[in-house]
C-alpha cells in the first residue's frame, strides 16, 4: 500500500459555529488539525503518497500541511468546482494517482476517528482478490448508518441506508468509513458529476457481481460529525482512547500546548486541551473541553464537555456543560449554558443574561 485519498471537502454544518472559518479536516483535536492524525495513521501504515480532495475553504489545507515532507509524505490537493459528493471527489482525484489498474488505492473519509488496523484491511483486500473492501464496525442503534450485511466469507450482500423499522435491522454492521478500492474500479465511477459512494456507486458495484468485501474491526470508532462528538474525540485522544502517532505530547488528564498559561490552581481533567496562547484563570475547571488557541476562561469558570473557540472569552464563575462557542465569540460572568447551545462566533452575551434554576 503507496497511496490513499483522503475525502475532505465537506462543509461541516453540523459543526457549526466552529467550521464558519475553518474546514472541519481543520478543526484541532488533541492540540493539531484533526487531519494531521489521519495523515500520521496512514504514514505510519506504510502509505507515502495521498491525494487530498478539497471543496469547502480548500484553500487551508496547502499553506499548512505543504508537500507533505513534515510528516513524511508526498500530499497532492485537487479541489472540487461544485460539490461532487463521496464517489465523485474520488473519480475527481484519479488522474494523480500512480497505482497500476489491479494495485489497491486506501480511501479514507475526513471526520472519522478510528484506530482501524489499516495493514489489515488491505491484506483482507488482497487475500479475497476483491474489487473494494470495506471497514465495517458494530454499533448498538444501527437507525443513523447504512447497514452493510455480510455472508460467512465477509462478503457483502447489501447496502441498506439508515433504517428504521425492526425488520430493516438485519445487522448491527454498519459502512465505517474507510475503503481500499481496486483502482481499475476508480475509474468506472461516472466523472463530472455529484456521485454518492454509499447511495451509487456501491449498490451499483453489488448489482453487477463486483465482489465487495467487509471487514469488521471493532477497535475504537468515532463520527466526528456532531460539536460533541468532536470534543469527545479530541479528549480521547489525550487520553490514550483513541490511538494517534501525531498527539503533541504525553497521553493524559490534559494536554497544554507551550504558549498557553494556566493557573497554578486552576484544575483541568478529562483529556482537556488548551491550545497555544489560551489562558485559564484562578479557580477555573475545566473537564473533557477543548480550549482553542488564544481563548481565555476567567476566574472561577467552570468548563464541561465544550469547546471553546479560538480568541473566545468565557467570563468569571460562567458555567459551560455540552456547549461550542464560537471563534471570538464573548460569554459574560455568571452565566450558565449547557445541553447543545452554540455561541455564534464574534457574539457576545452580557453578563448574567442566562441562568438555570436548581429546579430544572
Not at 261 to 271: F, I, N, R, Y
Not at 277 to 305: N, W
Amino acid at each position: 500500500m503507496t497511496e490513499a485519498i483522503l475525502l475532505v471537502g465537506g462543509k461541516g454544518t453540523r459543526l457549526r459555529p466552529l467550521t464558519v472559518h475553518t474546514p472541519k479536516p481543520m478543526v484541532p483535536a488533541a492540540g493539531v488539525p484533526f487531519l494531521t492524525h489521519q495523515l500520521a495513521r496512514a504514514r505510519a501504515a506504510g502509505v507515502d503518497h495521498i491525494v487530498l480532495a478539497t471543496s469547502y475553504l480548500a484553500e487551508v489545507f496547502e499553506p499548512y500541511f505543504g508537500d507533505g515532507s513534515a510528516l513524511g509524505l508526498h500530499i497532492e490537493y485537487v479541489t472540487e468546482d461544485e460539490p461532487l459528493g463521496t464517489g465523485g471527489a474520488i473519480r475527481n482525484v484519479a488522474s494523480r494517482l500512480r497505482s497500476a489498474p489491479d494495485e489497491p488505492v486506501l480511501i479514507f473519509n475526513g471526520d472519522i476517528l478510528t484506530g482501524l488496523d489499516i495493514g489489515a484491511l488491505v491484506r483482507t483486500h488482497e487475500e479475497s482478490a476483491a474489487d473494494v473492501s470495506l471497514h465495517l464496525t458494530k454499533v448498538e442503534d444501527p437507525r443513523a448508518f447504512g447497514l452493510v450485511p455480510t455472508d460467512a466469507t465477509g462478503r457483502v450482500t447489501a447496502f441498506l441506508e439508515k433504517p428504521q423499522t425492526p425488520e430493516e435491522i438485519v445487522t448491527d454492521q454498519i459502512n465505517a468509513g474507510a475503503y481500499v478500492f481496486r483502482r481499475s474500479v476508480i475509474d468506472t465511477i461516472p466523472a463530472g458529476r455529484p456521485v454518492s459512494v454509499e447511495r451509487e456507486t456501491f449498490p451499483g458495484l453489488l448489482a453487477s457481481g463486483a465482489h465487495l468485501q467487509g471487514m469488521v474491526d471493532s477497535t475504537y470508532w468515532l463520527d466526528l460529525g456532531t460539536p460533541q462528538a468532536f470534543v469527545r474525540g479530541s479528549a480521547d485522544l489525550v487520553l490514550g482512547r483513541a490511538p494517534s502517532p501525531a498527539v503533541p505530547g504525553r497521553c493524559g488528564d490534559r494536554l497544554v500546548l507551550p504558549t498557553a498559561s494556566v493557573a497554578a490552581d486552576a484544575k483541568l481533567t478529562g483529556g482537556t486541551v488548551v491550545g497555544e496562547g489560551a489562558r485559564i484563570g484562578e479557580g477555573a475547571r475545566v473537564d473533557g473541553s477543548t480550549v482553542l488557541s488564544g481563548a481565555v476562561i476567567e476566574p472561577g469558570a467552570v468548563v464541561t464537555d465544550s469547546l471553546i473557540g479560538a480568541g473566545a472569552r468565557i467570563g468569571a464563575r460562567t458555567a459551560l456543560t455540552g456547549v461550542v462557542i464560537g471563534d471570538g465569540a464573548r460569554v459574560g460572568a455568571d452565566n450558565e449554558l449547557r445541553d447543545g447551545v452554540r455561541v455564534w462566533c464574534d457574539a457576545t452575551l452580557p453578563a448574567g443574561a442566562v441562568r438555570f434554576s436548581s429546579d430544572q
